[in-house]
């Protein structure tokens, strides 16, 4: 591979629980991707829905990481800690911002439809203005109009080629700051790749549907657009993308032939033609070479 130093990659979870088989293949394919590149890998808390946080679970998946030989370059990042950041983002996004003051039952009853991710697409009632006797409950970015293909996001993915997603007919104007007060995901996520000079994003293909979104995002802000690669979701049997909501269980290995055996299980659905390992550090000395190799141009999708 030739020598990117100034690659920059992350792995950002969500401490809504312990980590598992799925975010830890999340996980692997961005450190992978990160030292095969001879760049730095950053690891980022989510934690900016402070609700849905479980005491314990962000030092827990530090713990596993480290354990597991996924050691992180510079400080950790709390986006719990970073609300001024966004606060700023969304005044410089200035009159692309409006007030809604629709509520979950109201937009279900009015939507456009439902989004690739599974989100309502909005109508757009409250764009021009709030009703009478409507107070804001979220604010939200509006989205081009249509004409013209105004609307229209396309960038390449590394591992699925070309995506294009028309915003205003598969999005509809978007949450940046819920009801409940917590800036949303699509805005957090886009300052912090800015602020910590992420080149590149490795993550599962459930988000790729976000992607356009953080783009137009992005360009509103003048920000730097990383390059993309979304890997495959590990699912259970019955199909279902694993999740602490569809019951997945934690990986908690007790000693190094565990911590191997978790490895090796997450490199095998990544398609690693690796040979067993005899240590953590040994597994590591023989995957990011395997995946140097096939993350050659173009990446080897599974």
């Given amino acids: 591979m030739p020598n990117r130093s100034n690659y920059i990659g992350r792995f950002a979870p969500s401490p809504s629980g312990p980590l598992h088989q799925g975010s ?33 679970a962000a030092e827990g998946i530090l713990a596993l990481l480290r354990s597991l030989g996924m050691d992180w370059d510079g400080e950790v990042v709390w986006q719990s800690r970073r609300k001024q950041l966004y606060q700023a983002a969304a005044e410089q996004l200035g009159a692309h911002v409006y007030p809604c003051g629709c509520n979950r039952r109201e937009i279900a009853d009015s939507r456009l439809g439902t989004a690739p991710d599974g989100s309502a697409i909005y109508p757009g009632t409250c764009r021009h203005g709030l009703a009478p006797g409507k107070t804001m409950r979220s604010l939200r970015v509006r989205v081009p109009d249509p004409a013209g293909h105004a609307d229209l996001i396309a960038f390449t993915d590394r591992a699925a080629g070309p995506v294009a997603q028309h915003l205003a007919s598969e999005s509809g104007d978007f949450v940046l700051k819920r009801a409940d007060g917590f800036w949303a995901y699509q805005l957090a996520v886009v300052v912090d790749d800015a602020q910590q000079g992420v080149t590149d994003i490795v993550r599962g293909a ?49 000693d190094e032939r565990q911590a191997l055996g978790a490895l090796q299980a997450s490199a095998a659905f990544l398609q690693l033609p690796l040979a067993p390992a005899s240590s953590v550090s040994a597994f590591w000395q023989a995957a990011i070479p395997a995946w140097g190799n096939r993350v050659k141009p173009p990446f080897a999708a599974a």
């Avoid at 760049?39 to 829905?49: A, F, K, M, Q, Y």
């Avoid at 993309?228 to 019951?247: F, I, M």
Wanted: proline letters at 7%; glycine letters at 6%; a negative charge.
């Fill in 206 to 254: 459930d988000l790729i549907d976000s992607t356009p979104r953080q783009i137009y995002l992005q360009h509103l802000l003048d920000l730097p657009v990383p390059r993309y690669l979304h890997v495959p979701v590990v699912r259970n049997a019955d199909g279902e993308k694993l999740s602490k909501q569809t019951g997945a269980l934690a990986v908690a290995p007790e």
């Fill in 24 to 56: 830890l293949v999340a996980a692997m394919a961005s450190y992978l991707d990160a030292r095969a590149h001879h760049g730095s890998w950053l690891v980022r808390i989510e934690d900016v829905d402070e609700g849905r946080s479980v005491p314990g």
